[in-house]
């Protein structure tokens, strides 16, 4: 029986074991932490016939076949070039699942900023037109648990490629740098690469690099989806991608590449290929961004064949995306709006530009390396006051200083910072209170999607809403 090691107890890292020992593995899986939750799922994995390593720290041996790797295992790590270098295969969970499910067309999207809504609204789009097509990877359940519901009872090695069941007829996958960086051979129907600005640097390294592992995806793909309205994907341009489908949302005129394939808005419609397909009222979510990012749906899903009145039902029913601008309730006419997927200083600007001012802003965690110029000016331009919590408050707090902005406030924690922030909007006449962190979670929550449930609660405990 070949073995395989995977690396990480979390969604993906359990889903990969799953799909492994169904299909005729022996199977380790192993984290570096250790805690009660965790203990919970190693007797449960135990059960199942897999075992569980904790406060352990992956080292290859000769016996191993196969490594899969979880998309917070860094791939240049040490272990996995000793495992590459013994010649055991070493792969992420994404590629583990694509040699599952590669009979099924996917649509794969990525970029630093704007994956998550858009990859709703395709699922949403397709759903819509009656296809079988879960939105999975970052968003939604881990691909691995796709490939089980599709391949149960079946059995393989790790070479073989297995003909899936006919019940998905689309995989709607969003996927990150990190997963794209470990699953080289993932290769999409279409591609959708919605913005790229820096991040991630501290595993990346340069921009360069960066922009290459989002781009392989893309040159993978048989048809790409790309937002003519990034500076940086417009400045490539159609040197680099010839072939591809461009969108924008300031016209016909602005536009780069062949218009004939071209997504865009005029006169207040959305038009596809010269067709118009949707008004852009029908979505309900504000700004530009999410504006482009249905541009981008929709050409996936004219790409795909979808007819344009599915679109309209589906964009007409879209409720926004959890953690992304997500209205959570209106107090003495203050809206509190939960914008924890914000992770970096591009994505907190976007949403800041996007709610009604003035705002007072929650934001802090887990610093990430960046450019926060844009950032800063927008919060000039629309805060009444920011509350700063996380480590990175007083790093925060010795920013704003520097750029003249004094009205700010170290609330450390969460729960203070709501407290607090419904004070000061009373105090200010401000219309929102955003959550928009600028940083990742990691340092009080384990994920951006704890921080915004842990947000919601308190505004649902310690606010009575009218709505």
Known sequence: MPIAHVIGLGKSGIAAARLLKRNGWEVILSDRKSSEALEKWQQELANEGIAVKLDYSFEPTPSLQLVVVSPGVPWDSPALVDARNMGIETIGEMELAWRFLQSCPWVAITGTNGKTTTTALIAAIFQSAGLQAPACGN??????????????????????????????????????????????????????????????????????????????????????????????????????????????????????????????????????????????????????????????????????????????????????????????????????????????????????????????????????????????????????????IGDAATAFSQRLKQVGYSSYEIAETMAKAVTRAAELAKQHDARVVLLSPACASFDQYQNFEQRGDDFRQLCQQLLKPES
């Open 139 to 388: 968003i939604g359940e881990a691909v691995c648990e796709l490939a089980i519901s599709q391949n149960s009872g079946a059995s393989s090695t790790q070479n073989s490629k297995l003909k899936t069941q006919n019940s998905l007829d689309w995989v709607i996958a969003e996927i990150s740098s990190y997963q794209i960086e470990s699953s080289s051979g993932v290769a999409p129907r279409i591609g959708v690469w919605t913005t790229f600005t820096p991040d991630h640097l501290s595993r990346h390294y340069t921009l360069e690099n960066y922009y290459n592992i989002k781009a392989h995806l893309l040159r993978q793909s048989q048809q790409q989806v790309l937002n003519g309205d990034d500076p940086y994907l417009r400045n490539m341009g159609v040197e680099h991608w010839p072939d591809a489908c461009w969108t924008s949302v300031k016209g016909k005129a602005n536009l780069i590449g062949n218009p004939a394939k071209a997504v865009y808005i005029e006169d207040g419609w959305v038009v596809a290929q010269g067709e118009q397909i949707v008004p852009v009222a029908a979505l309900r979510m504000p700004g530009d961004h999410n504006q482009q990012n249905l541009l981008m749906a929709v050409a996936a899903a004219r790409l795909a064949g979808i007819e344009k009145d599915a679109i309209a039902q589906a964009i007409a029913n879209f409720p926004g995306v959890p953690h992304r601008l997500e209205h959570i309730c209106t107090w003495q006419e203050i809206d509190f709006i939960n914008d924890s997927k914000a992770t970096n200083y591009d994505a907190a600007q976007v949403g800041l530009a996007s709610v009604n001012s003035p705002v007072i802003l929650i934001a802090g965690g887990e610093a990430k390396a960046g450019d926060d110029t844009g950032w800063l000016q927008t919060i000039q331009a629309k805060a009444a006051a920011v509350l700063l």
